[in-house]
């Protein structure tokens, strides 16, 4: 079985820009404007974010993660899985909530809330300037959410974290799963692109079919348990905004 050693709760929001702005602009909002509200909510302890490697072909524009201690000032800030029209009353939080109507297309931003569990980390928990492969993890039919975690975290995370290149891999369980839009989150770090390529695919790729080693045992696995075309996912670069104890 596997083990929670630090408790660590974080909200992982996929988005996708309005329309009629680039994924340049979007970017540059994101950045410039949302960004200095976003790392300063109560309660938020790191803030990290993904951009795509290959925006032409990533399903999504990016992934803003911020994690928190308390998960309820998190439902707090951000809401509760199942509330997507959260409305916090007061300070950042509020700010933030008011912004993403600027450049979010809101209704098609899937989002999860979740508790991370750290599977491996050869980078002593330093994953700033990585290739990261996030995947939004939906089970098959017919299989509770208890069978796919078991089955996730017992029979495939062995597999997955001996994958050739990857140096770090974390897996996020939800917090509440009956309300969850996800029944989990596969998260595995790479230093080098290509090693992540040959791995898992490269955006666009999702038919990816490595030939040699952990990869390919890995790809069989998957169809064991996750409902594949339900599965988004997103290969970036990431890059921290917020660690507790910084401005």
């Known amino acids: 079985m596997w083990k929670i050693t630090?408790?660590?709760y974080k909200h992982v929001a996929l988005l996708v820009r309005q329309d009629g702005m680039s994924h340049e602009e979007?970017?540059?909002y994101w950045q410039t404007e949302h960004t200095p509200i976003a790392r300063e909510i109560d309660g938020v302890v790191r803030y990290q974010q993904v951009l795509p490697t290959e925006p032409d072909h990533a399903e999504f524009d990016g992934i803003a993660e911020l994690y928190f201690e308390d998960l309820e000032k998190l439902y707090d800030a951000l809401g509760s899985e199942g509330s997507r029209d959260y409305d916090p009353e007061k300070g950042k939080a509020r700010e933030a909530r008011e912004d993403v109507d600027n450049f979010l297309a809101i209704e098609e931003r899937p989002r999860f809330i979740g508790e991370k569990i750290v599977q491996k980390d050869e980078v002593d928990g330093d994953t700033n300037g990585l290739?990261?492969?996030?995947?939004?993890l939906v089970r098959k039919e017919g299989m509770s959410h208890e069978e796919f975690v078991d089955y996730w975290q017992d029979n495939h995370t062995p597999i997955a974290r001996e994958i050739?290149?990857?140096?770090?891999?974390?897996?996020v369980l939800p917090t509440d799963p009956d309300n969850a839009e996800f029944d989990g989150?596969?998260?595995?770090?790479?230093e080098d692109l290509e090693k992540l390529y040959d791995a898992l695919g490269?955006?666009?790729?999702?038919?990816?079919d490595p030939d040699r080693g952990k990869a390919k045992e890995a790809r069989e696995d998957v169809d064991n348990f996750l409902a594949i075309d339900e599965r988004p996912r997103l290969i970036g670069r990431e890059r921290l905004v917020k660690r507790e104890g910084e401005r």
């Open 185 to 190: 989150v596969a998260e595995l770090y790479f």
């Open 6 to 8: 630090v408790p660590m």
């Open 26 to 28: 979007f970017v540059d």
């Open 131 to 136: 290739y990261k492969h996030s995947a939004f």
């Open 164 to 171: 050739d290149g990857v140096v770090k891999y974390n897996t």
């Open 202 to 208: 490269s955006e666009g790729a999702r038919d990816y």
